[in-house]
């Protein structure tokens, strides 16, 4: 009993008076009056309190090659930023350049010796999708995590939607995912690397008025969850994130105008339990956990709510 017993009140008696003086941790009123007992225990709270000072969530990072497609905007872009925050090697992936280009001024803001590389491509196009990767093999040797964040909403119901429409949302959604991650695999194998797949609250809970987005997140989300049984015994994870409401140009881009895209942020505060939607840097900083083998390396299959509770809100 003495043994676990030590420890717990040393670390306690630390947090308790840290504020006021770090030697109040190894009082020695702690202890019985044993001059042997008292040096092994100072020694003991010492080595303690050095762990305490040198632990942090580290994410073990540094100079591995990311991957991200989408990354001219949005989370893609954010996500970028991000992973070079943490001293990561990122190509960004996506049809405008200068999209490509401003993500890379951003990134450079916060991450100015930042190795970044831009591949403009068409992912509709499968041809395209593994020009993507083996650029990034071609052009930095490896591949460590792949990001696959590029998609797009389109709006329509089960009455309104075309099948030109509905073969869009999939190729880019869905189709592009398998063909990028299928020409991944090899890499990431090697690297024992980790995939990341940005799915959305649609793939848990259907919301009308986009059947083919809320279909191509759904299959996205199982995709997610048959890659990673199918690449586990090599060492790769697939998780997914599924954000909520983000601020960022994607239902915009669907076709709502400034006015009604205002008023949807607004109603949305009201459809999420934390009351309000969500920024492009909260995604991405779990993108990054999840990218992470230090942080996140039990964890495969996961598809991850960063959502503000709208996925465990019932509509009243």
Known sequence: MLSFSIPVIIVARFIDFSRRAPSLAIRSTIFPRSNLFQNQSRSLSLSLVR???????????????????????????????????????????GRSESG?????????????SATIVQVV????????????????????????VLVNSAGILQRGSIETLTLEEFDKQMNINIRSVFVITQAAVPHL????????????????RAAPGVLSYNVSKAALDHFTRSVALELAPAGVRCNAVNPGVVVTNCHRNAGLTEEDYAKFLEH????????????????A???????????????????????GGRGITCPR
Do not use: W
Not at 100 to 112: C, D, K, V
Not at 268 to 278: E, I, N
Not at 295 to 304: A, D, I, N, R, Y
């Open 51 to 93: 762990n305490m000072a040198s632990s942090s969530l580290l994410t073990g990072l540094e100079n591995k090659v990311v991957l991200i497609t989408g990354g001219s905007s949005g989370i893609g872009r954010y996500s970028a930023v991000e992973f070079a925050k943490n001293g990561c090697k990122v190509v960004i992936s």
């Open 100 to 112: 490509l280009s401003e993500t890379s001024a951003l990134i450079r803001e916060s991450a100015s």
């Open 121 to 144: 491509a068409d992912l509709e196009n499968p041809e395209e999708c593994k020009r993507v990767v083996a650029e990034t093999v071609s052009k930095l040797g490896q591949l460590d």
């Open 189 to 204: 194998k090697a690297t024992k690397g980790s995939i990341v797949n940005i799915s959305s609250v649609t793939g848990h």
């Open 268 to 283: 949305s505060k009201t459809t999420h339990a934390l009351g309000r939607v969500a920024n492009a840097e909260e995604v």
């Open 285 to 307: 900083k779990a993108i990054v956990f999840l990218s992470s083998n230090e942080l996140s390396g039990f964890m495969t299959g996961v598809t991850l709510p960063i959502d």
